[in-house]
T-cell receptor, first 112, second 113 residues
Framework: DMKVTQMPRYLIKRMGENVLLECGQD?????MYWYRQDPGLGLQLIYI???????SEGDIPKGYRVSRKKREHFSLILDSAKTNQTSVYFC???????????FGEGSRLIVV | GEQVEQRPPHLSVREGDSAVIICTYT??????FFWYKQEPGAGLQLLMK?????EINEGQGFTVLLNKKDKQLSLNLTAAHPGDSAVYFC????????????FGKGTHLHVLP
């Protein structure tokens, strides 16, 4: 089906609460990504995962951690959310090096 | 590391006019180049992927030009229509880590009827 599914799509949390954003893909892609999108800043890479338990920091990893226990699932965790983590988060998956990225529809997180 | 500059950030054109979006990058060893389209409330979808030297690629209603000498990637929407209204992103994969994809900041295109 070539689909990347993100849950939840919308989330409101209080400052200091934990946040779990989940992402699934049905393409057996090895590589998965978490980006955040903010107005005027475009897409910023938070973490990249090359396969199960093989994760690497992106450009803005501070305040985030990830988990990849199955190839088809990649989770983004915010321990003690901050107001500046209010954003739209996108998960993507890709096959081999240089391949097209397939994006989910985004998870809009508001931290109050 | 690689940096990608995209301009303009906002672009309004009338239906039937052309629209040009330009990206410049810094790493001369970059190998893969992409244009993505993002419609409101949705994720990004690939428009075109290019690699190799100076190259013109034609899609449905648009042309992509890669000029490696000037480290420039452009998207030209010919005869734009309202359905082209979206945010467009260029993206570059540096040769040193082709899994890493670096995006421009996006261009909001509005096509007025």
């Amino acid at each position: 089906d070539m689909k990347v599914t993100q849950m939840p799509r919308y989330l409101i949390k209080r400052m200091g609460e934990n946040v779990l954003l989940e992402c699934g893909q049905d393409m057996s892609h090895e590589t998965m990504y978490w980006y955040r999108q903010d107005p005027g800043l475009g897409l910023q890479l938070i973490y990249i995962s090359y396969d199960v338990d093989s994760n690497s920091e992106g450009d803005i990893p501070k305040g985030y951690r990830v988990s990849r226990k199955k190839r088809e699932h990649f989770s983004l965790i915010l321990d003690s959310a901050k107001t500046n983590q209010t954003s739209v988060y996108f998960c993507a998956s890709g096959g081999n090096s240089g391949n097209t990225l397939y994006f989910g529809e985004g998870s809009r997180l508001i931290v109050v | 590391g690689e940096q990608v500059e995209q301009r303009p950030p906002h672009l309004s054109v009338r239906e039937g006019d052309s629209a040009v979006i330009i990206c410049t990058y810094t790493d001369p060893n970059s190998y893969y180049f992409f244009w993505y389209k993002q419609e409101p409330g949705a994720g990004l979808q690939l428009l075109m992927k290019v690699f190799s030297s100076t190259e013109i690629n034609e899609g449905q209603g648009f042309t992509v030009l890669l000029n490696k000498k000037d480290k420039q990637l452009s998207l030209n929407l010919t005869a734009a229509h309202p359905g082209d209204s979206a945010v467009y992103f260029c993206a570059v994969s540096p040769d040193t880590n082709a899994y890493k994809v670096i995006f421009g900041k996006g261009t909001h295109l509005h096509v007025l009827p």
